[in-house]
């Protein structure tokens, strides 16, 4: 069984096809990234498997339920968004443990998990600064760890470096390919950078590749 399967799904906005039958199977533990140019609907295809964006035709499921018609909060994904999304009123540690809060944590474990994943993505004593203190790598380092301190079942990441220097982008590549692998994270990377795809996945695609006329042609 997959932990991701995305069936033939297919999307389009004013009459204008985004997504034509896209498939992806996923297992458990993958990190699949998919590239393509700006405008091809690789963002589309992560919306529709958080749920914001209902497919027209085709389906979604996740540990083999489907998800299609379930609401984006109880899908259990998560998502990093390429502006971070913090929260600006509160502190790194709230924005990590807001999540958990939202699934009815207590207080003290949440604090407890927060500060883990904290450690994990290389801010351990962070959790007591403004998230507006941070420098552009430490908030995407801050995203991360919020989106995955729920442990979702898959997590979704929409161009996650991007905006930093190439130094600081490739250091950050390498770690967030180790977190996602230490953690045993199921997780669709969409770029269009293909040694950032390189350095994070275990499988690259090209999303015209997702089509059904042409088979997946993995790197």
């Known amino acids: 069984m997959s932990a991701l399967d995305v069936r033939e799904v297919a999307v389009a906005f004013d009459g204008a096809e985004v997504l034509d039958g896209v498939s992806l199977a996923m297992a458990s533990g993958e990190?699949?990234?998919?590239?393509?140019p700006s405008g091809s609907g690789k963002s589309t295809l992560l919306r529709v498997i958080a749920g914001i964006v209902r497919p027209d035709r085709g389906s979604v499921l996740i540990d083999g339920d489907d998800v299609t018609d379930v609401p984006t909060h109880e899908r259990r994904v998560g998502?990093?968004?390429?502006?971070n999304q913090l929260f600006p009123h509160r502190s790194v540690a709230d924005n990590v443990?807001?999540?958990?809060?939202?699934?009815?944590?207590?207080?003290?474990?949440?604090r407890q998990q927060a500060d883990d994943w904290l450690e994990r993505v290389g801010l351990a004593g962070f959790g007591a600064r403004s998230v507006v203190d941070l420098s552009g790598g430490e908030a995407k380092r801050v995203a991360?760890?919020?989106t995955l301190a729920p442990a979702p079942a898959v997590v979704l990441?929409?161009?996650?470096?991007?905006?930093?220097?190439?130094?600081?982008?490739?250091?950050l590549a390498a770690d967030l390919a180790h977190i996602l692998r230490s953690s045993g994270t199921t997780a669709v990377l969409v770029t269009h950078d293909r040694d950032e795809a390189a350095a994070?996945?275990?499988?690259?695609?090209?999303?015209a590749d997702l089509r059904p006329e042409t088979p997946p042609r993995a790197e």
Not at 31 to 36: K, N, Q, R, S, T
Not at 79 to 83: A, N
Not at 200 to 207: I, M, N, Y
């Open 200 to 207: 994070v996945a275990d499988r690259t695609l090209e999303l």
């Open 79 to 83: 998502m990093v968004f390429q502006d």
């Open 31 to 36: 990190v699949a990234a998919v590239l393509g």
């Open 144 to 146: 991360l760890a919020r």
């Open 97 to 110: 443990a807001f999540g958990l809060k939202m699934a009815g944590v207590d207080r003290m474990t949440r």
């Open 157 to 171: 990441l929409d161009e996650p470096l991007t905006g930093l220097d190439r130094e600081l982008h490739d250091r």
